[in-house]
């Protein structure tokens, strides 16, 4: 029969193909980008034909999606969103504001680049993106989970040190709760 | 431009009562159914009591502040919109920007304790008898309010928030564009190249 | 010692049944769903991948005993349910453990799930959560009353709580139960409509609301847990509406046709209806279900 290695393959690959075909997508619009959604989930373009489906909590969730810009007030609530999911957990930066920070790249108050704070997995940029684009993305991550690339989760949790001096050096008044994740 | 033909009698009435009752006042209309009037700081609160009260201008529909740096001053807006009277006036005044307070006018609005809580957080004026000027809607903010004209924003962002720096062929879209498809740029294009405003 | 091997098999093979059955119902309403909505709809086995996909994920949160045992006490109250059903009828494999007076079990059995959930979300502490948790509680004392009376209605027409003599009374289908005693019927599908969840009495669940109510807190395994449990509890739901009012099944064949037309009888009634809140369900189920099942005791009666 199968040795170890060979069945831990075999047992990676299903694992995989469910998880690629089964993301759910916590339900947390940050920017603007948030009124692109309900059109990628409804009847226009069925993102539930991927498997692609909304949580309610991130608990729950497998695909944290950064919607537009983040204010600092708001990247607070994001990473501890984040620091909620469980593993494996894969986050999306949409629209142009979360890589350079777009039309507002010289606020006083927005970050501008998204994956100095949390480990970006697929970008998809467009101001904003149309719903195809954010399908495509997902295709994007899907292929990256396949071939088991998508690993944001395990470089947070290597570069955990990296991170936090990013993130404490913009949220200066630091009070998060300890977790149990 | 004012439309003549248009009936402005509602608001040549207004503009007669405000100028009867407050004679310092100097009085504009803009066009049909927008009047300003610049007051000075301390006829405000009466003007805006009398506005509602007597001229039934009972909507405050916004409440916000100018930054002249100029002339060392802040403008304090006020937009009342009557609805039996179809008229938006506009009462502007200007307090020093050295001593940045001004008295609240939450007695008459409720809905100004938040205005005036923002423009508290963007511009750091202070309205005495608002005691709600908390924390709004920046958390943690420690450097000069950001809507102040001397708060240099861009420093700001450079020294706070990463920048990327951009790929080196798309510097300008336009060159990048020519150079792989071989295209000329029009002459027109040419003046507006990110190399030549340079 | 003798051992029932044929016994042994069904205990083995009925869960899996149920949980491939109920998973497999479970995408095909998502299907429904998407076409009815003028949607193309995920595949008919998405809910077997969401599944694996929750079994594969890790689970390292901790806020106590309760939060463990909840799910755990869901899928056991199922798979109990599911045992004392007999899920083919005159079956040796599939009878399971039904024994005399088992009506009477399942009514307590089958609230067992909705209890230990209720525990297991209480200790997680989310607010969503307990709110949850009391609006499903308010939901099922509405929904028990009438199923309740419709099952006394029939437990006294054919002088009998058990779910094997009732199936020996449905030898033809003209003497099932449901053209004997219509009115029972007629409780208990309103009844089902309130204990399947589906909308218009979704509201204990209500994912835009209160972040999906009593799971908020739970993902990962647990969540698939309670996936797992809910297939099931499906399935042995619908195999006792068939056994009680379609006169049970003698093959699989005939049993998913039974089953798939009572189950349609939710599902397409959740797509259209809106969401009732839970005062306005609470009274849907003590006006016409109610009088319904006061109304089959009534007949029985006199």
Redesign the interface.
């Known amino acids: 029969m199968f040795n170890d290695k060979e069945a831990s393959k075999i047992v990676d690959i299903i694992k995989n193909f469910a998880r690629k075909h089964s993301l759910w997508v916590v339900a947390y619009g940050t920017g603007c980008g948030a009124i692109e959604l309900p059109p990628t989930m409804t009847s226009r373009y069925d993102a539930e034909r991927f498997g692609i489906r909304g949580s309610a909590t991130p608990r729950q969730a497998d695909v944290l999606l950064i919607t537009g810009y983040l204010s600092v007030k708001t990247l607070k609530r994001v990473i501890r969103t984040y620091e909620q999911m469980q593993e494996p957990k894969y986050v999306i930066g949409f629209g142009s504001c979360t890589i350079n920070g777009g039309m507002y790249w010289d606020s006083y108050n927005t970050i501008k680049a998204l994956d100095r704070y949390l480990p970006v997995d697929v970008y998809i940029n467009g101001c904003m993106p149309r719903p195809e684009a954010v399908i495509s993305g997902f295709i994007k991550l899907q292929q990256l989970i396949s071939e088991g690339k998508a690993d944001g989760a395990k470089r947070y949790r290597e570069n955990l040190e990296w991170y936090r001096e990013n993130q404490r050096k913009v949220i200066k008044n630091w009070r998060m709760p300890e977790y149990n994740w | 431009m004012i439309n003549m033909n248009k009936n402005l009698y509602n608001e040549n009435q207004t503009i007669e009562e405000i100028k009867n009752t407050f004679h310092t006042a100097e009085i504009k209309l803009q066009r049909e159914s927008r009047i300003i009037v610049k007051l000075r700081s301390d006829l405000i609160p009466p003007f805006l009591s009398y506005a509602k009260n007597y001229l039934a201008f009972n909507h405050l529909a916004h409440f916000s502040c100018v930054d002249w740096i100029e002339d060392n001053e802040f403008e304090l807006v006020y937009l009342l919109y009557s609805y039996e009277k179809n008229i938006v006036v506009i009462a502007k005044t200007r307090i020093s920007r050295d001593k940045a307070e001004f008295v609240t006018i939450k007695h008459l609005w409720r809905q100004a304790e938040t205005y005036e809580r923002e423009i508290h957080e963007m511009f750091g004026i202070n309205f005495t008898g608002n005691d709600r000027l908390n924390e709004f809607i920046l958390e943690d903010w420690d450097d000069i309010p950001p809507m102040r004209r001397d708060f240099n924003t861009i420093q700001f962002a450079k020294d706070n928030f990463y920048t990327r720096p951009g790929r080196e062929d798309a510097q300008d879209v336009r060159e990048t564009i020519t150079k792989k498809s071989g295209e000329k740029i029009p002459d027109f294009a040419k003046e507006f190249s990110v190399r030549n405003l340079k | 010692m003798e051992i029932n091997w044929s016994a042994v098999l069904g205990i083995v093979f009925t869960p899996v049944i149920a949980f491939l059955v109920g998973v497999t119902y479970g995408g095909l309403t998502?299907r429904i769903t998407?076409r009815i909505?003028?949607?193309?709809?995920?595949p008919f086995y998405?809910n077997i991948?969401?599944i694996?996909?929750l079994y594969?994920?890790?689970?390292?949160?901790?806020h106590g005993v309760m939060q463990h045992l909840g799910p755990v006490f869901a899928i056991t109250a199922s798979v109990t349910t599911l045992f004392f059903i007999p899920v083919i009828k005159d079956s040796p494999v599939f009878t399971n453990f039904s024994f005399n007076g088992d009506l009477i079990f399942l009514l307590y059995i089958m609230v067992f799930g909705s209890l230990g959930m209720a525990l297991g979300a209480g200790q997680t502490g989310n607010p969503?959560s307990a709110i949850g948790v009391s609006r499903g509680l308010s939901q099922l004392v509405g929904y028990e009353v009438p199923f309740v009376m419709a099952l006394v209605a029939i437990m006294v027409q054919f002088q009998t709580t058990s779910l094997n003599d009732l199936l020996a009374v449905q030898d033809h289908f003209t003497k099932w139960i449901i053209f004997q005693s219509p009115f029972a019927f007629l409780a208990a599908i309103l009844a089902f409509l309130g204990m399947m969840g589906y909308a218009p009495f979704d509201v204990v669940i209500a994912?835009?609301e209160i972040?999906?109510g009593p799971?908020?807190?739970?993902?990962?395994k647990y969540?698939g847990l309670m996936l797992t449990s809910r297939s099931i509890f499906t399935f042995a739901k619908l195999v006792l509406f068939t056994d009680i009012f379609l006169g049970g099944a003698h093959d699989f064949i005939t049993l998913i046709i039974k089953t798939f037309i009572l189950y349609m009888i939710p599902v397409l009634t959740g797509i259209v209806f809106p969401r009732f809140r839970t005062e306005q369900s609470i009274r849907f189920f003590w006006s016409w279900p109610l009088f319904f099942g006061i109304l089959a005791i009534l007949v029985v009666v006199f």
Do not use: V, Y
Request: cysteine-free; overall charge positive.
């Open positions: 998502r998407a909505q003028n949607r193309f709809g995920p998405q991948l969401d694996i996909k594969s994920k890790e689970s390292n949160i901790n969503n994912p835009a972040a999906s799971p908020s807190e739970f993902g990962g969540l």
